[in-house]
């Protein structure tokens, strides 16, 4: 499926490189906490990133290197201390229904059931619709994600993936423009995993492939078949992207058949070089006493 192309014209939206309009615009942004005793931590430092509207991106970097921060910003949940995050032409000052979010600890309400959580958010964001038309919704959700069976269950009868397929379902019932995914399928495993990811696509698909993507990820694997591009980040503190890995890969992607490509194989051997050079211990030729 080919893009949908936009013409220059006065008044047309801001044009990505890939001629779609920029859904989502960091621009040098810098993010510091205060620290106690110590002024401020600088997180991250002159962040900029275009992202198109329908892009999917991934970001990987170590521990602490200040992913979720910067995921965090594009939400609205954490402020730049300077530069500014655009979405969809408007300068982000707090959370919104444009933007759905994933997080790694699930944040459900706990004194909810399943079917009650994400009946909740489609409530909140979606007041327009029949309460039989919000009703098939998170009916069609909570299936999705193989939940419609626990719907009843509270997050404290959960698993931790199936708190985390709950939190997927409510993501993407709300159909926001803009998904933002931090380490979404962390907690499942490989199986369920892999099913998310073609339910994922498939949403996207659906959509015409519209909705834009930004996903924090530990998993290199999942970044190149799910990204058109990859943010690798620098450590911290004071964080900035180290490089931006475009995945020239065809989609519709077969997990098993991409892996055995040379496009693939070589922002794998990238994307692993960039992740492990900061730790790599030459151990060739090395030799072990007993
Ligand atoms: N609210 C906060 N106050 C103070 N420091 C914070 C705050 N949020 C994050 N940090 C610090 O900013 C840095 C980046 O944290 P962040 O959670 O963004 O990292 P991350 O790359 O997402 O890590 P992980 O992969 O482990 O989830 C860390 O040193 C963290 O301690």
Redesign the pocket.
């Known amino acids: 499926m080919q893009p949908k192309q936009f013409v220059d014209m006065p008044g047309a939206p801001v044009l990505g490189k890939n001629k779609r309009p920029v859904s989502i615009d960091v621009k040098d942004v810098t993010i510091a906490?205060p620290?106690r005793g110590k002024g401020v931590?600088t997180?991250v430092k002159n962040i900029d990133l275009s992202i198109s509207k329908g892009e999917i991106v991934s970001i990987i970097?170590h521990?602490?290197?200040?992913?979720?921060?910067l995921m965090n910003a594009v939400s609205g949940m954490v402020k730049p201390t300077s530069g500014e995050v655009i979405v969809n032409g408007k300068r982000v000052t707090g959370p919104g229904p444009d933007r759905g979010i994933v997080f790694?600890n699930y944040s459900l309400l706990p004194w909810l059931t399943v079917y009650q959580n994400v009946y909740q958010a489609v409530d909140a964001v979606m007041p327009a619709k029949t309460a039989a038309e919000k009703r098939e919704l998170v009916e069609r959700n909570l299936t999705m994600v193989n939940l419609y069976q626990h719907r009843d269950k509270l997050p404290s009868q959960l698993s931790g993936g199936m708190k985390q397929r709950t939190a997927i379902a409510r993501a993407f019932a709300i159909n926001p423009s803009v998904l933002l995914l931090d380490e979404p399928f962390g907690a499942l495993d490989a199986l369920t995993k892999g099913s998310m990811h073609i339910e994922l696509l498939k949403l996207w698909n659906l959509d015409h492939r519209e909705k834009t993507i930004i996903m924090?990820t530990?998993d290199i694997e999942e970044a190149i078949f799910l990204s058109d591009r990859v943010v690798v980040m620098n450590d911290?503190p004071a964080a900035t992207i180290r490089e931006i890995v475009d995945i020239p890969l065809a989609r519709p992607r077969n997990k098993k058949a991409i892996i055995h490509l040379p496009a693939y194989m070589a922002v794998h051997d990238r994307l692993l070089s960039l992740l492990t050079q900061s730790f790599s211990i030459e151990d060739e030729g090395v030799e072990y006493q007993e």
């Open positions: 906490f620290s931590f997180a970097g521990s602490g290197c200040g992913k979720s921060t790694q924090v530990h911290g």
